[in-house]
């Protein structure tokens, strides 16, 4: 190697050596500033953990890492017009500088990928421009556009990035750590409630400040799937421990969010793959039994035996669904007056404000997408819904060794999970939701691409 390649690789460590000596001279001199002195050493960690992410995987990776962690930051600013508003993350500003930083680097030429999850989703786009034109407000359906277009430059980038499977399980594993992350949110507001904890989960106060309980349980049960894939083809007694760090932290935060469905969702999800699927390593399947054990123990004799009691007394059944019918009732009457292009995106939630005087999403994947689409727009979306899966389809199909196939079932048991909860609620709504579904999607596909050319190389 020459001279000039090793200086050439060796400047951004040389770099970073230096931001940790400053951040670390600094530190000393700011003694008696200790948030600001622990700011620049966490700042100086953080790049160095991301140059070597990038170093090892390409910056693509730690790019989509970081735009998912991004989303604990919540807002950055938002426009309204007319008592409408559209909002702006901090997620936004990650993606919109990782995607000029691809333009420039590329130097104008960009390539989009092919994957079904792609492939399926700019028909659907174009479909939500086209009636956009036509939607009874018109700002809310360009606010939700952009949250699509957003996940979009995500599903584009996560492709891209995962050129290989160790890339792809990078990812998946990045979707995951951010669910352990708001799990862990969950639980510091939990403890730290004014109320309690048993009386904030009772009340469903366990919420972060862009997300509420409902909404953050439908992202863990996309993250807790893929915590036990991940468990099931770990090869290292740390790559395993740290999953059942991650599944424990989840699996708390879906309890204190005392949601109904997700949790039943990912009970289906989790019997019918883990739960039944032969060839599978052990320790996936013996922690799905000894999650059921443990929330069955929690609830019959722990202090939120209570909060379950009181969600799943008849009166607040009977209310729960009869919220909901009003609800398919109205999408299903909203439908009926615009079978074509329907009232616009997410414009549901402005029509529905007049049953209960806030605005709500239509808590049904098929009736919402045929109230604000029509009947185009919802075909598109299933489309689009059943290549969100062709990855986790692909790889159970092409997984070779235990290890892969628990890998395969976690991705089915994640896209099973979606597809379940979002009948009765409709966390595809959320930027947050849409952004970790896709990175999801896009490498589950790389992944089972990875392994399908391995079975088709010669020798294989």
């Known amino acids: 190697m020459r001279a000039r390649d090793v200086a050439r690789d060796a400047l951004p460590f040389a770099a970073l050596a230096g931001l940790a000596i400053a951040g670390g001279v600094a530190a000393t001199a700011l003694a008696a500033r200790p948030a600001l002195a622990g700011a620049l050493a966490g700042g100086a960690g953080a790049l160095a953990a991301l140059a070597w992410v990038a170093r090892r995987y390409g910056a693509g990776v730690p790019w989509l890492g970081v735009a998912l962690l991004a989303i604990m930051a919540g807002e950055l600013s938002s426009v309204s017009v007319g008592g409408q508003s559209g909002r702006l993350l901090w997620a936004d500003l990650v993606i919109g500088l990782g995607a000029i930083g691809a333009f420039v680097a590329a130097r104008g030429v960009i390539e989009v990928p092919r994957a079904p999850v792609l492939d399926a989703l700019w028909p659907l786009l174009a479909w939500c421009g086209v009636t956009l034109v036509l939607a009874e407000d018109p700002l809310t359906a360009a606010a939700e556009l952009k949250e699509w277009l957003a996940a979009a430059v995500l599903a584009v980038g996560a492709v891209t990035a995962a050129t290989d499977a160790r890339r792809a399980r990078v990812l998946l594993g990045a979707v995951a750590a951010t669910g352990v992350v708001i799990a862990l949110g969950m639980l510091y507001v939990a403890m730290t409630s004014p109320l309690g904890p048993v009386i904030a989960v009772m009340r469903k106060v366990v919420d972060l400040p ?206 099973v999970a979606f597809a379940l909860h979002n ?11 849409k952004m970790l579904l896709v990175v999801y999607a896009g490498a589950a596909w790389a992944l089972g691409q990875a392994w399908e050319r391995r079975a088709a190389a010669p020798g294989a």
């Open 210 to 415: 862009w997300g509420r309980t409902n909404y953050l349980a439908g992202l863990l049960i996309l993250a807790i799937p893929l915590l036990l894939g991940l468990l099931g083809d770990a090869a290292t007694w740390r790559g395993r421990l740290a999953c059942v760090a991650g599944l424990a932290i989840a699996s708390s935060g879906l309890a204190v969010s005392a949601s109904k469905g997700a949790m039943l969702a990912l009970a289906v999800a989790l019997a019918v793959t883990f739960g039944v699927a032969p060839r599978q390593a052990r320790a996936p399947r013996a922690i799905v039994f000894a999650l059921f054990a443990a929330v069955a123990a929690l609830f019959a004799a722990g202090p939120l035996r209570q909060v379950m009691e009181m969600r799943l007394q008849t009166s607040a059944l009977d209310y729960s669904a009869g919220e909901r019918m009003d609800l398919y009732a109205l999408a299903w009457r909203q439908f009926v007056a615009h079978p074509v292009c329907g009232v616009g995106l997410n414009v549901f939630s402005v029509v529905a404000h007049r049953l209960h005087g806030v605005d709500t999403v239509p808590h049904n994947f098929e009736l919402g997408f045929l109230a604000e689409l029509g009947l185009p727009g919802l075909v598109m979306a299933l489309a689009w819904a059943w290549a969100v899966g062709d990855g986790a389809r692909r790889a159970l199909r092409a997984a070779v060794t235990p290890r892969e196939r628990s890998l395969a079932l976690g991705l089915v048991a994640a896209f």
């Open 423 to 433: 009948q009765v609620e409709s966390t595809l709504y959320g930027q947050q939701y």
